[in-house]
């Protein structure tokens, strides 16, 4: 259609609107990287950036589970308790040295998201609920598992995986990269990835046309359950200790605030996951800047919450009227 | 946000041995002259029992989980000395809600508690159970966190640690250990919590008047949680070069701390120095290793003395109405026996 | 090239006058002029994706136009939502029925303006009302009942009585038929003659050419966003018609009947079936249902208005749990009963409600066609973009599909080239059976007829073909059998010569009444009971109450 | 002739679909947790002793009544397809507004709270209705920047405000009968509001089919902010008066509320989805709820809180299958 006449004006507005959607994730993260530097040009120090990406790597991890699910219209209340009950295992398979560990942590990940996903997909349970009973149960099973101390932990394969760099910068965040990269081929290349969207966007619709709704559901669940026990073997890693009674905690409140901030979309149909990864470490820096500058609890939940709150905004869709 | 799940005292080894160790340390400090609290004094007078007798129930309302090892042993320390004593005890766990621990007691008192230990999860908070209680003449005993309100009138007396004298002795230890002058970072507890506030607020006012020199450069929470106090101190050591120095506010941020201090290629000990409390094994053995300057104990095995005080309140002794446990105090200097001697848990 | 008519008799009631409206891309609306007068029923009709919904919203105030201005009765007005336009008296039935599924059908008819005592909503004069007004329209259910429960022809007829209760000056329609069949659509013509009577203007969006002959005074014909004509329909003979909405020289367009179906029967290969069904039985909609589709025929299911028709299909294809029935596609039994299955065994379904079970409305054009395919298109999981561009171009040509682009979002389409999205995801399945649930649904004359050209051609090709159309016309010059469903149970068959409009009402008319009917009977009769107070208490409180059903009752006598 | 012939058939398609099944289902589906509750309560009565004496009931129903209004503005907010997280925050801050306020008279004490609650709300509301935010961060940004606020009046939690000794506001949340009364009331006007109003049909409305709310012109934008409003004031006012009952404003309260409310909502039938769901669900979803945990803490207590934890969190995941299965319609999907 020669649609070029006339529409000239209003089409600029639109497509800046869609641009700003679109990168405004990624703006507001250099753009509050500049003020972090501002503040204290030691930000830049690459000693600084690894401990950034050192804290990052797990919430990412959980953030990418959490884009799949809220993609298919759903939410993962219970991958804080996974992480605990994968910490919970370490200390016992620690023995059969770091491919055990990451074996048993990630099969229990997997059966978690497995339940979650049946009582969503079977059941048609409400997500939020169905996870939000795992969320109880489970770090009650973590915390039984592991006894009521917290275990450190001296197996050299498993601390070296929390600490150890590579090109100097930190194991972790090359995993949690590969697994951001694989999700991306995941969502935008695979029939899986098609598959998860229309279920999230029209699930009816999908059914009738032919989609194994359930199977894609189960797996998303599980999926977010998995790369859930990997953060919490890192995380345990990384402390040198695992304590289920307290790893993981709000976990889920971080992972959706990164996945919303990145722009995706909570009532599905959408997965924005270089714009999860833009909105993990958006929200890492802003409680770094708040830390290193020493500002009380009290402010920096404060101004956090003002920042999620603009940053969404400016990313989020406009109906046209 | 979550301050209801945190473990407001140390994570440690389960061991809640009710040993002659644990008897010993648990030794009423304060004797203060004058006439204890007695059931016939307490609230105008309650009907005298004999908790032994297997019949009467005594109630034991827990504030936070069990999976804090502090709750653990003290919970662990309580149903000993029950079951030694052949008392019947029932209980009841809150996990860290003022709610459900009200309601947990009146619970209890439905179930015919007669005589109640309750470790409150807030000083403030608990009005409507003690109120209930009071109201059918069943006395309380608070244990290891005060409740606001009149001694052998709304509760029979308070049994626990100074949580402000215990930072002051912190206080003292980091001055000693940096000669009087250090730029401090303080891993605060769960911001509203009364351990908080007191440990908060008595290492700074001990600063404050004692060691001018001592600089408190920074003051972030780490909800009494390793990885908390770990990203914390991370984020730290990368602003404040010139940290030399900690204050941990329980044991678990502590370990958090060395951690990230190592991560930051300096070695906790030398270049920054630690000092910490609850007196948990893994800690106190970082103190006999000289990864920490000292590690103040928190006690939590308030079964013998609890029962004790109880038994004194129903005789003629009665109870004084604040009873301070006598606290470990690790150092480089006695770590090591104390660990081999099992006076830590 | 806009020829005008002579000067308006009476000034406009409601008009539209330089209207432009684009959204991203799209140009909907150009300097769009549209004058409107009391009493008349204005026919607005034009291809799909013409623009007749967007200038609808504009009207009512759904869309700010970028340009122009709308008066209503000579002033200019700028209405910010559909509330405003409501209160100045512009009362719409939008394209796609827009209600509240699982609110009560009584609730859905008053919300916004329930019946009040002592400030509080009275429910049970709400229901007594509701089923007393609904009845008029022949829709005799339940009226507690959820919204949902009914099919969408008793939805739309739902629709309809809620618009013409306000008092309005206007009254606005957007395809009111497109899935009414015609005893409804009897009811709704006798509905808008009464509205005329009373003066007021009605607006009448269709794609059935003989309805506009049958109600409409005037005609307004748009293309691509623009008017091309008005004027006075009776000067306008129905070829030129069609040659101003596709734009093209009367020679060119064909006539071909009025449907697109060439005269003789497809050639019906015997021996074993595509599909057949037997004993489907679903509580409460269907009673052992058994029908069978041979290839290359179109077996046509008639009846009226939720006979049970959709529940048919959607129990074929799994989509509807059964208790009894099998279903066997060439003679292979579909052992575990799911759309998935069927579509693997080759049985698709186009099901009758576009938006809710069809379109996956945020994903382009492109996945919407390829979805179903993508097993077929990927290797290994991984979809092969090649393949599946040239799948979907394939398509968008072969159906004529308007977009903006494979890339433009499904639910930015017009409803009609939605539908062709729709038809193209199951196309490019190959099936060997081909469910259609309202096919030519909103669909332009161009566009319905080559559907159902395409129909024909699949039919040719070997297909079976299940057809489920209330445009009676489709369904008898299309099928070569008509089974006839009435109640969830097959009361007959059409074959051959008998398949005629006088054959199919006859059956329907003669068709022994199931026992399902006496509980009905008690609602009907405790429903209709008083009708006297219920007038007089709709008197009472609700002004706009009288005016919308009193004629329609008068002209149902 | 053939039209009645054609009318009648109508008539017979209508309700001989309206049969049984379909008629009851919609009702089992508000009544599923409270057929669950009854048999809970049933079987505990037998079994224990204590369970059914006064004493017991009455600290179940004292104590939890005030975090029970959380769970009727959820209802409400749920109705519409929302939902707000920032209650459990809220009730905390409700709690020291409270306290505080009563210390200057107790007015303020009532009034503060609600005053802090509607603001907020409202602010929600805009937010949603009007910048079209997701309900489910704007809310989120409400638990965390409550919770904020509430360490910023407080000092960090150091400071805490006691309800003086004699001032009327401790009687407005004292013993079982007046907190319950109140609770009752407030729910009471909850369920009139829902069901025998155009406020409450456009809430449903809207949480239905919120386009076609628009079309039918609904105030649906209207509705949205007044709903988050009436959240946030109910969650304060519940604050306040918990506050009144604890006799202070306990800063580390209402973790995890958000999340228990919006459990009892659904479990009393409420789609989250929006568009369907009532008051009297969630009365028996909160009660049920609380029945519960006070079954688990009575026979599981004694083996440790990570127990009771998983124990808890079974039940939940039990009762919302037993839910969802009573509820499931013939409808697909
Ligand atoms: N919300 C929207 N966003 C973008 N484009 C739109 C939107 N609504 C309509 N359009 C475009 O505007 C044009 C006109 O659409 P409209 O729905 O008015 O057509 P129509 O005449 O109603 O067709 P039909 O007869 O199929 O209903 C179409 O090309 C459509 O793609
Ligand atoms: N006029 C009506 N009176 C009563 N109920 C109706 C009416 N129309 C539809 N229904 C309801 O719709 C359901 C079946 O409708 P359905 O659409 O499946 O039948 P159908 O034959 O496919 O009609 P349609 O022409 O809408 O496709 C039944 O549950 C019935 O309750
Ligand atoms: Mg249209
Ligand atoms: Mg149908």
Redesign the pocket.
């Known amino acids: 259609?020669t649609s070029l006449t006339w529409s000239g004006p209003v089409a600029d507005r639109a497509r800046l609107l869609r641009m700003l959607q679109e990168y405004g994730v990624y703006a507001a993260l250099v753009v509050l990287f500049l003020v972090a530097v501002g503040l204290d040009t030691s930000f830049v120090e690459m000693s600084n950036i690894r401990v950034q990406l050192f804290q990052v790597a797990p919430t990412l991890l959980v953030a990418l589970g959490m884009a799949l699910v809220i993609g298919t219209e759903g939410i993962d209340l219970s991958v804080g308790a996974v992480i605990a009950l994968a910490a919970s295992v370490v200390p016992l398979y620690a023995g059969y040295g770091l491919g055990g560990v990451i074996a048993a942590a990630l099969l229990l990940g997997a059966a978690s998201g497995a339940i979650g996903g049946a009582m969503v997909a079977f059941a048609r349970i409400q997500p939020i609920v169905a996870t939000l009973s795992l969320m109880i149960g489970v770090r009650g099973l973590a915390e039984i598992i592991n006894g009521n101390s917290a275990k450190p932990v001296t197996q050299s394969g498993i601390l070296d995986l929390g600490s150890r760099n590579i090109a100097s910068l930190p194991e972790m965040a090359w995993i949690a990269a590969a697994c951001a990269l694989l999700t991306g081929l995941l969502v935008r290349r695979t029939t899986f990835g098609r598959h998860l969207v229309a279920v999230g966007d029209n699930r009816q619709a999908s059914r009738l046309s032919g989609l194994p709704v359930r199977r894609v559901l189960m797996t998303v669940y599980m999926i977010s359950g998995v790369l859930a026990a990997l953060a919490g073997v890192l995380i345990v890693g990384h402390g040198a200790e695992a304590d289920p009674a307290n790893q993981g905690l709000n976990m889920e409140l971080d992972a959706i605030t990164a996945v919303v901030v990145g722009g995706t979309p909570l009532s599905g149909g959408r997965v924005r996951v270089l714009g999860t990864v833009a909105g993990a470490l958006f929200m890492q820096l802003i409680t770094a800047v708040l830390t290193q500058h020493n500002v009380h609890t009290s402010y920096t939940q404060i101004v956090e919450a003002a920042i999620i709150c603009f940053a969404v905004y400016a990313s989020q869709e406009r109906g046209?009227r | 946000t979550n301050s209801g799940n945190d473990s407001s005292k140390s994570d440690a080894a389960p061991s809640s041995n009710n040993t002659a160790a644990a008897q010993q340390l648990a030794t009423p400090t304060d004797s203060a002259a004058g006439p204890g609290c007695t059931y016939r004094t307490y609230g105008g007078g309650v009907p005298k029992l004999d908790i032994t007798d297997g019949k009467t129930v005594v109630g034991f309302s827990q504030s936070e989980s069990t999976s804090n090892p502090f709750r653990a042993t003290e919970t662990k320390s309580i149903e000993a000395q029950a079951k030694q004593l052949g008392v019947k005890l029932i209980e009841r766990n809150a996990n860290a809600d003022v709610n459900a621990q009200n309601s947990q007691i009146e619970d209890m008192i439905a179930q015919g508690a007669k005589v109640l230990i309750v470790a409150p999860e807030n000083s403030d908070g608990l009005g409507p159970a003690l109120a209930q209680a009071k109201a059918k003449k069943i006395p309380v005993l608070t244990i290891d966190r005060t409740v606001t309100g009149t001694a052998c009138s709304d509760f029979i007396a308070f049994i626990g640690s100074d949580f402000y004298g215990q930072a002051q002795i912190a206080a003292d230890d980091l001055a000693g250990a940096t000669g009087g002058s250090a730029h401090v970072a303080i891993l605060t507890g769960t911001p509203g919590n009364n351990v908080t506030t007191d440990r908060t607020k008595g290492f700074e006012d001990r600063v404050k008047a004692k060691y001018p020199n001592v600089k408190i450069v920074a003051s972030q929470t780490g909800n009494f949680a390793q990885t908390d106090g770990q990203k914390v101190m991370e984020q730290l050591l990368q602003a404040h070069s010139d940290i030399n120095a900690v204050y941990a506010e329980n044991d678990e941020m502590a370990l958090g701390a060395i951690q990230a201090i190592k991560s930051a290629g300096k070695t906790p000990g030398k270049d920054v120095k630690i000092v910490t409390i609850d007196g948990i094994s893994q800690m106190v053995q970082n103190v006999a290793a000289g990864q920490a300057v000292a590690d103040i104990e928190t006690n939590p095995r308030f079964g013998p003395l609890a029962f004790q005080s109880l038994q004194a309140f129903y005789g003629t002794t009665g109870v004084q109405p604040k009873v301070i446990i006598k606290d470990g105090h690790f150092t480089s200097s006695n770590a090591k026996q104390a660990l081999s001697q099992g006076l830590v848990y | 090239m806009v020829q005008q008519d002579p000067e308006p008799a009476g000034d406009p009631v409601l008009e539209v006058a330089g209207v432009n409206k684009s959204?991203?891309?799209?140009h909907?609306l150009r300097d769009v002029h549209f004058a409107l007068r009391p009493a008349e029923v204005h026919a607005l009709i034009?291809?799909?994706?013409?623009?007749?919904?967007?200038?609808i919203?504009v009207m009512t105030g759904v869309y700010r136009p970028d340009a122009g201005t709308v008066r209503l009765a000579g002033r200019a007005r700028d209405f910010r939502n559909p509330l405003e336009a409501q209160a100045a008296g512009i009362s719409t039935i939008y394209?796609e029925v827009n209600l509240v599924p699982l609110m009560s059908v009584a609730r859905n008819l008053h919300l916004g303006r329930e019946p009040r005592r002592f400030g509080l909503v009275d429910v049970a004069r709400m229901n007594r009302q509701a089923t007393e007004v609904l009845g008029r329209y022949g829709v005799h259910v339940d009226v507690t009942r959820p919204l949902r429960s009914l099919g969408l022809g008793a939805q739309q007829m739902v629709a309809l009585a809620r618009a013409v209760q306000v008092d309005a000056r206007v009254v606005i329609m957007?395809?009111p038929t497109s899935s009414l069949e015609p005893r409804e659509v009897e009811t709704l013509f006798s509905v808008i003659r009464s509205l005329k009577e009373q003066g007021i203007a009605v607006v009448y969006?269709s794609?059935r050419l003989d309805e506009l002959y049958a109600i409409c005074d005037r005609v307004t014909v748009?293309r691509d966003?623009a008017v091309v004509h008005t004027g006075p329909i009776a000067e306008l003979q129905r070829l030129r018609l069609v040659s101003l909405m596709l734009g093209r020289e009367m020679a060119t367009v064909r006539e071909k009947g009025t449907t697109a179906f060439d005269a003789d029967r497809h050639n019906r290969q015997e021996g074993r079936p595509a599909l057949r069904a037997t004993g489907l039985t679903v509580r409460h909609r269907l009673h052992g249902v058994s029908l069978d589709v041979h290839p290359g025929e179109v077996v046509g299911l008639g009846g009226l208005l939720g006979a049970g028709r959709s529940e048919t299909a959607k129990a074929i294809v799994g989509a509807l749990a059964t208790e009894e029935g099998e279903v066997e596609v060439e003679g292979r039994p579909l052992h575990r009963r799911s759309p998935a299955a069927a579509i693997r065994a080759g049985v698709v379904m186009l099901p009758e409600d576009r938006k809710i079970e069809g379109i996956i409305p945020n994903l382009s054009v492109r996945e919407n066609i390829s979805l179903a395919a993508l097993p077929r298109l990927s290797r290994a999981g991984l979809v092969s973009q090649a393949k599946q561009d040239e799948v979907v171009r394939f398509f968008m040509d072969r159906l004529r599909i308007?977009?903006?682009g494979p890339d433009?979002?499904v639910?930015?389409?017009?409803?009609?080239?939605q539908q062709k999205v729709l038809l193209a995801r199951w196309l490019c399945l190959n099936p060997k059976v081909l469910l259609l649930d309202e096919p030519t649904r909103?669909?332009?004359v161009g566009a319905k007829a080559e559907v159902q050209a395409l129909i024909d051609e699949l039919a040719g090709e070997g297909l079976g073909v299940l057809l489920i159309s209330s445009d009676l016309e489709e369904l008898i010059e299309g099928s070569d059998r008509v089974v006839i469903l009435k109640d969830g149970s097959v009361v007959g068959h059409l074959a051959g010569e008998d398949v005629t409009e006088e054959g199919l009402l006859d059956a329907l008319a003669t068709a022994p009444e199931d026992p399902a009917e006496e509980p009905a009977a008690g609602t009907v009769g405790d429903s209709s009971a008083e009708p006297g107070p219920a007038q007089q208490a709709a008197g009472a409180t609700d002004p706009a109450g009288p005016q919308g059903p009193a004629p329609v009752k008068e002209n149902q006598r | 002739m053939t039209s009645t012939a054609v009318t009648t058939a109508g008539a017979a398609t209508g309700t001989a679909r309206a049969t049984l099944g379909e008629r009851i289902a919609p009702q089992i589906q508000r009544r599923g947790a409270l057929a669950v509750l009854v048999l809970v309560v049933v079987i505990a009565s037998a079994t224990s002793s204590t369970f059914p004496t006064w004493s017991n009931i009455s600290s179940i129903l004292g104590n939890n009544a005030f975090v029970w209004v959380l769970a009727l503005g959820m209802t409400f907010v749920i109705i519409t397809g929302g939902i707000d997280l920032s209650v459990g925050s809220m009730y905390a801050l409700g709690g020291v507004l409270g306290a505080y306020g009563a210390t200057h008279g107790t007015w303020l004490a009532i009034l503060l709270p609600l005053a802090v609650g509607a603001a907020w709300g409202t602010v929600q509301g805009l937010l949603v209705a009007k910048a079209r935010m997701a309900p489910f961060i704007v809310t989120l940004v409400g638990l965390l920047g409550l919770r904020g606020l509430l360490q910023a009046v407080t000092d960090e939690g150091a400071t805490t405000y006691l309800v003086p000794r004699h001032s009327h506001f401790r009687s407005l949340g004292a013993g079982t009968w007046t907190p319950v009364l109140i609770v009752a009331a407030l729910f009471a006007l909850g369920a009139l509001l829902l069901t025998r109003t155009r406020f409450g049909a456009t809430l449903t409305a809207m949480g239905g089919n919120e386009n076609a709310a628009v079309l039918l012109g609904l105030p649906v934008a209207r509705a949205k902010v007044l709903v988050y409003l009436l959240s946030g004031t109910l969650a304060a006012a519940a604050g306040a008066l918990g506050g009144a009952r604890l006799g202070s404003g306990v800063t580390t309260i209402g973790v995890g509320y958000e999340l228990t409310a919006i459990a009892s909502v659904v479990i009393g039938g409420t789609l989250l989805t929006g568009g369907s769901g009532s008051v009297s669900g969630t009365v028996s979803g909160v009660l049920l709820l609380a029945v519960i945990h006070n079954l688990i803490d009575h026979y599981f207590s004694q083996y440790g809180s990570a127990f009771t934890d998983t124990v808890n969190g079974g039940f939940l995941a039990v009762v919302v299958l037993m839910q969802t299965l009573l509820s499931r319609t013939q409808q697909l999907e």
């Open positions: 259609m046209t | 959204f991203a891309g799209v909907a034009g291809e799909n994706g013409a623009g007749k919904s967007t200038l919203k394209q957007d395809e969006v794609h748009m966003g308007k977009a903006s433009q979002k639910s930015d389409l017009s409803g009609g080239n909103g669909i332009d």
